[in-house]
């Protein structure tokens, strides 16, 4: 799998765990050792940046840059699980559906369009109307939850044009029953195209939880990226000049798309070869 | 999808206009039937959501109500509110009873969806027609431009594939379409609204005006939905651009075009008549697919503007755990896009001049 697209992405992408993961420990203890910078009231509030604070000080008086690195890794977690969780609901589903023949795959196909079409974002704000105390699990879940039906759709055409490959009669033929079927012969060529839209459904995540945050709907308390972007816009730190603490964020997440994006599309050439060959025009 | 130039001097006999028709129909009729099931299906789902997630709404809106009035109440007041609530909400039924007494309300009761407690007694249907028009303007508005200038751009850059100038368009283009709509949006609001101070940026008009038939209050309007559909177009347009790049550049991989240079017609008829109008159907196709993603955004945008559509209709209800509010916009929604991927669906074939020319 040398493709260029691959790679680059996931050196974005480690790079971007790694300062999520090290970054909290790193800055606290190399710039405020033995200060908690973390912590609400360390400092006074809405400092404009300086050596001792390179992102200022935010509305509650805590470290601006500490508060940045600390919002990355539940943002990337949230993103994983729920990109796992609905990959994982979808492509079971896609495979049920695009394995089954007659009346099980219409009526599979039938109840994938239906999902497909109602609109999620009302229904996740009225779930987050019920659940009173969030965390990063719950969330992460029941985005995860409303995203499966695209998996599926997505999956099960790609199944069925797999199952009528002569290979996979051969395979019936020689007894293989249908769970080897399934796993040995129609699950490892699609392996890429999973892939792909694994990292599809995580930038779908990150997406709605951050917008979420943003019209003031998000889980309070959750220090993700999205949610130290509404906390900014809402103190109109652009207009104090603490720019930072917007432009960070926002660009921590759009770095993370364009990562996620590059994969993307690598994956997708790796699965269809004629792809890349055709948009590259026989170069 | 290889169309076959040369095919038009033939023309097609009656039997089989005939026929071409018929098959356009059938099409059109199998379309509408799975449009009204799958209608049916997903307000269906819907309600069973609204009623089968945990957690006893009465019981957030007596919480909600206690904390507005800044007193707790005895235990009889409550058990009397609760009472009356439920009876409103017709909780009491069963649920199968519940959800029949919901469909006949509203579809043969003139979408009547219960009252509205942001506005009570005003009923919901009333609310929502009256907030529809900001979101299907912002919406349609801003995707139909949206899509006219990616489509233009995208054919542009892809049959220029090998320029300088159409590689930077590819680079900017996907960093737009990563980009979050929200985002867009608050930096659009953050430097031209209030650090540069270009253009308003909330509200949906000027705050002194009336709504009226008035050049001020028309270019107040007008200029008030520059940013936000701005916030859509760009996130969108870019997406389009890329689309059609790569369907244009797919097209130009085709031996017919080769074909169509050999002959000598001219690079532009070339461009217009074979390359673009094959690439042009599937691009109507991704029109159908973004409706969904791109409602949700608007709604976003409408809270971030401050405008006065269904998101900020929605976000106002669920402040107040306002079920039938919350509930219509949801079905408003799911109408918006099924209705909208049926019509994206049905206007193909007349996109197709294969079968445009037979029907």
Known sequence: MRNPSIIIGLIMLTLMVLVALAGPAFVSQTLFPGERPGMRGSYRPYQLDSVEHPIGTDGDGRDGLMVFVSSIWPSLQIGLIAGATSTGLGVVIGFLAGYARGRLDTLARILIDMVLVIPTLPLLLMLAAYIERWDLYKLSLILGIFGWSFVARVIRPQVQ???????????VLSGENPLEIIFLELLPPLLPYIGYVFSLSIVGSMLAEAGL????????GLPTLGFMIAKGFRESVIAIGLLGQMLLPAGALIYVFLALNLINTGLDEVFNPRLKTTIEGGD | MTPNPSSRAAEPNADQQRAARREVFQYAVRRFGVYLFTLWAAITVAF???????????????????????????????EVIIARYRQIFGVDDPLPLQYLNYLRKAFLGGLDLGPSFVEYPAPTRDLVFRRMPWTIGIFTTSVLLAWFIGTGLGALIGWLQRSQLSKLAVVISTLLQITPVYLVALGLIIYVGYTWRILPAGGPYARHLQPEWTWEFISSLLTHAILPMLSNIIVIGAGFTLGMR????????????????????SPFTVLKDYAFRNALIPQVTALAII????????????????????????????GL??????????????FAVLTLTLIVDLALPLLDPRIRRLA
């Open chain 2, 291 to 318: 409706v969904g993603a791109t409602l949700n955004g608007t709604f976003i945008i409408e809270v971030l503007f401050q405008l006065p559509g269904l998101g900020t209709l929605f976000v106002q209800a669920m």
């Open chain 2, 48 to 78: 069973f959501i609204f009623r089968l997630v945990p957690g006893d709404p009465m019981n957030i809106l007596l919480g909600n109500l206690t904390r507005a009035e800044g007193r707790q109440r005895d235990a009889a007041e409550q």
């Open chain 2, 246 to 265: 790569a369907l244009m550049i797919s097209v130009l991989g085709e031996d017919y075009l080769t074909f169509a240079r050999a002959k000598g017609l």
């Open chain 1, 161 to 171: 044009s797999l199952r009528e490959r002569s290979y996979v009669d051969l395979a």
């Open chain 2, 321 to 334: 755990r306002d079920f039938n509010t919350m509930q219509a916009v949801v079905l408003f929604s799911i």
């Open chain 1, 213 to 220: 945050q943003i019209i003031g709907l998000g889980a309070g």
